[in-house]
């Protein structure tokens, strides 16, 4: 009986380390994406009078993305996420909270 509960530790172990590597991939992708939205959100609370600006004179949300990338330099998904972020999120504290969470995302 050891060896059969010890050949099946063995073909066990492997699975397990996939598991763990697969989860360890994902959450690490999912920071990835997550930090490079931040960057962007700290782009634009740099210049945030261009970027309102840039919003203001765009004729849909399609075109203000473009002027986005264009005029500050960022990605489509840092522009797209730009135009979703509400302006409460703008106040100095919430800066500092994406701050926080850019520093705890480069830590981890």
Do not use: W
Request: glycine letters at 6%; a positive charge.
């Amino acid at each position: 009986m050891f060896g059969f509960r010890f050949a099946l530790n063995g073909i066990c172990y492997p699975c397990r380390y996939e598991v763990v590597e697969k989860r360890a991939k994902f959450q690490l992708a999912k920071a990835l994406k997550r930090l490079h939205l931040v960057e962007g959100f700290l782009i634009v609370t740099h210049s945030l009078d261009l970027a309102v600006q840039t919003i203001r004179r765009a004729q849909d949300s399609t075109d203000a993305i473009e002027r986005l990338r264009e005029s500050l330099g960022l990605s489509d998904e840092q522009a797209a996420g730009v135009m979703n972020l509400t302006l409460r999120r703008l106040t100095s504290l919430e800066v500092g909270k994406i701050k926080s969470e850019r520093d705890q995302l480069n830590d981890s």
